[in-house]
């Protein structure tokens, strides 16, 4: 049997300054913040089957008050400890998705990371990417390095590139005994973004991230998929009906 278990690391709200604020929904309100805020869960996912440990995307890298990891600490809560994860599928590396990144922390783990994606990383810089937090991935030999338009990582995890909520972004799908789970990073970040057509600013292409979400929404329904939505606050882990 496959479990999966949402990390979250909280609610945020980000705005045009592209920086991740918390945001408490019992004594705040999402209009007291500026203009154009979204509000955003922010949660890796881990995913826990009779192979692997499979750690999708790495969060925003934040300490707990005890200084450690937060990530660390929501893996604890299921029972996983860091040096249990086997592989870690990075969809791309927004500060938000890879702030986490942590080569020590993670000793077992093998990063599969889209080459394109760090050779952009590297070009365009702050604030969308902390460059400096990602060059340990230039070095190691944990890392593997995945090419073009679409691949496969073994018998039961494929990904493809997608380009549209940022041009090197790459999502995946992983077979289990239950069916297709799906996770599609920022190109389907949000459960309600997969059942209204419309086309969001902050993607880099965002006709093409339309269509994709109304694509995978629609063949998701008819083959049952698992879909995980990173930023939602409602339904991280959900099927479309």
Partial sequence: MTQIFPLSEGTFTIGHDKIFH????????????PTGSLLVEVQPFAIVNDEDVILLDTGLGFNSPDGKAHLAGNLAKHN?????????????????????????????????????????AQKIGFPSYYVEELKPLLTSDRVVWLKGESGTINDKI??????????????????????????????????????????????????????LRMKWA??????NWRFLFYHDVQKPVSKIN
């Fill in 22 to 33: 918390p945001f408490n929904q019992e004594s705040e309100e999402l209009t007291d913040r």
């Fill in 80 to 120: 996983i400890h860091p040096e249990d994860v086997t592989k870690i599928l990075l969809s791309h590396l927004h500060k938000d998705h890879a702030g986490g990144i942590d080569l020590a922390l993670f000793p077992n783990a093998i990063f599969f990371v889209y080459e394109k994606e760090i050779e952009y």
């Fill in 158 to 211: 494929r990904f493809e590139h997608t380009n549209g909520h940022c041009p090197e972004h790459i999502v995946f799908w992983i077979d289990t005994e239950e069916g297709l789970i799906f996770y599609g990073g920022d190109e389907a970040p949000q459960f309600k973004q997969m059942k209204i057509k419309y086309v969001a600013k902050y993607d880099f292409d965002g006709k093409k991230a339309m269509e």
């Fill in 218 to 223: 629609e063949q998701g329904a008819k083959e």
